[in-house]
């Protein structure tokens, strides 16, 4: 492996010369600078960034944890996150906790590790706050993305949740529904909390009384409980529609009911949080409350950027995104009981 020594003594200049040119600092000859540049590249010469890192207290690497990579929602997210971190000057490493603490945990330990500058955070639950507590205890700056964590005060990018929420049911109510099912992330989820909160003022603004029997509870990232669907259809009154609280909850749902030969929309209204990425170009089917995913993940790496130069101590910034409702084929009016 080449060393600035190498580069020196083939530049005939001495190693502090070599240094500075590597970081662009003190006063060197415009020939000389170049001349050492020239001789780095015929050697191909890579600057070890872990020795530069300890000296300048610095990595120019951060970091993003998410939920679920395979959800179009954080895969558009996480690319928003990578151009604002290689615009500022960052490189940017990934990780995946598929809402799972103890993956999240070796995530977290990775993050302490290496060092990295900062982490922009999408918690698996409020049991995360273990893991915020331990990057605070480290001098670890974060931003949390897509989910606050109770009694954790930090820099967050969110989502208005219970909004969307709160149209989409009400959307599904103009339609003529009043059995409407909901289908719902786990309730140590802030966002799942959140578009419950939604989906019950929507009920109660139009008088329609919440029943806990139609309401599912499941992981966002995944549903397979077909059992569960069944004793939800074979209610005495059975739902018209469903309301599913994410994209892959949505995806899934539609698969569970047409294995079970019911249509969509023709005899099961259904209506999601989130699109399906580019899948929504080629059949633009399901009816969504849209997030600016892109944006969550660009606004995220500059408020992180931000804290970083400001330090802890400073006032915290919220940023919330307001969905757009998209009205598709995949909700219709109520079947009508055949006579």
Same mark, same amino acid.
């Given at each position: 492996?080449?060393?600035?020594?190498?580069?020196?003594?083939?530049?005939?200049?001495?190693?502090?010369?070599?240094?500075?040119?590597?970081?662009?600092?003190?006063?060197?000859?415009?020939?000389?600078?170049?001349?050492?540049?020239?001789? @780095?590249?015929?050697?191909?010469?890579?600057?070890?960034?872990? #020795?530069?890192?300890?000296?300048?207290?610095? &990595?120019?690497?951060?970091?993003?944890?998410? &939920?679920?990579?395979?959800? *179009?929602?954080?895969?558009?997210?996480?690319?928003?996150?990578?151009?604002?971190?290689?615009?500022?000057?960052?490189? =940017?490493?990934?990780?995946?906790?598929?809402?799972?603490?103890?993956?999240?945990?070796?995530?977290?330990?990775?993050?302490?590790?290496?060092?990295?500058?900062?982490?922009?955070?999408?918690?698996?639950?409020?049991?995360?706050?273990?893991?915020?507590? @331990?990057?605070?205890? +480290?001098?670890?700056?974060?931003?949390?993305?897509?989910?606050?964590?109770?009694?954790?005060?930090?820099?967050?990018?969110?989502?208005?949740?219970?909004?969307?929420?709160?149209?989409? &049911?009400?959307?599904?109510?103009?339609?003529?529904?009043?059995?409407?099912?909901?289908?719902?992330?786990?309730?140590?989820?802030?966002?799942?909390?959140?578009?419950?909160?939604?989906?019950?003022?929507?009920?109660?603004?139009?008088?329609?009384?919440?029943?806990?029997?139609?309401?599912?509870?499941?992981?966002?990232? +995944?549903?397979?409980?077909?059992?569960?669907?069944?004793?939800? =259809?074979?209610?005495?009154?059975?739902?018209?529609?469903?309301?599913?609280?994410?994209?892959?909850? #949505?995806?899934?749902?539609?698969?569970?009911?047409?294995?079970?030969?019911?249509?969509?929309?023709?005899?099961?209204?259904?209506?999601?949080?989130?699109?399906?990425?580019?899948?929504?170009?080629?059949?633009?089917?399901? &009816?969504? #409350?849209?997030?600016?995913?892109?944006?969550?993940?660009?606004?995220?790496?500059?408020?992180?950027?931000?804290?970083?130069?400001?330090?802890?101590?400073?006032?915290?910034?919220?940023?919330?995104? *307001?969905?757009?409702?998209?009205?598709?084929?995949?909700?219709?009016?109520?079947?009508?009981?055949?006579?």
């Amino acid at each position: 492996m080449v060393t600035i020594y190498d580069i020196a003594k083939q530049a005939n200049v001495s190693a502090m010369t070599v240094s500075r040119v590597i970081n662009n600092s003190g006063r060197i000859s415009a020939n000389t600078r170049e001349k050492v540049k020239r001789i @780095m590249q015929e050697m191909n010469y890579v600057p070890n960034s872990t #020795a530069r890192s300890l000296v300048k207290q610095e &990595t120019k690497m951060l970091s993003l944890l998410i &939920t679920d990579i395979t959800n *179009p929602f954080f895969t558009t997210l996480a690319r928003g996150a990578e151009d604002a971190a290689l615009k500022l000057g960052y490189k =940017l490493l990934f990780g995946n906790s598929d809402e799972n603490l103890s993956k999240e945990r070796e995530y977290v330990d990775m993050v302490l590790s290496t060092r990295v500058d900062g982490l922009l955070f999408a918690p698996s639950s409020d049991a995360s706050a273990e893991h915020l507590a @331990m990057l605070r205890l +480290h001098q670890i700056p974060f931003v949390l993305i897509d989910r606050e964590v109770p009694g954790v005060e930090a820099d967050m990018v969110l989502g208005d949740n219970r909004d969307g929420a709160l149209r989409l &049911t009400e959307h599904l109510i103009s339609l003529g529904h009043k059995r409407i099912a909901f289908v719902n992330g786990s309730s140590t989820v802030s966002t799942a909390r959140e578009r419950s909160s939604g989906y019950r003022e929507a009920l109660l603004k139009h008088g329609i009384r919440y029943d806990p029997e139609l309401v599912m509870e499941c992981r966002f990232n +995944h549903f397979d409980d077909s059992d569960l669907l069944d004793r939800i =259809l074979a209610l005495s009154e059975p739902p018209t529609a469903i309301f599913a609280a994410n994209n892959v909850l #949505a995806v899934s749902v539609i698969a569970c009911l047409r294995d079970k030969g019911i249509g969509v929309p023709e005899q099961m209204s259904v209506a999601c949080f989130e699109d399906v990425g580019l899948a929504s170009r080629l059949d633009p089917f399901l &009816t969504v #409350a849209v997030q600016p995913a892109y944006e969550f993940g660009y606004r995220g790496i500059q408020l992180l950027v931000d804290r970083i130069n400001r330090k802890d101590g400073e006032e915290r910034q919220v940023v919330r995104f *307001p969905s757009e409702m998209i009205v598709r084929k995949s909700t219709g009016k109520p079947r009508q009981p055949s006579s």
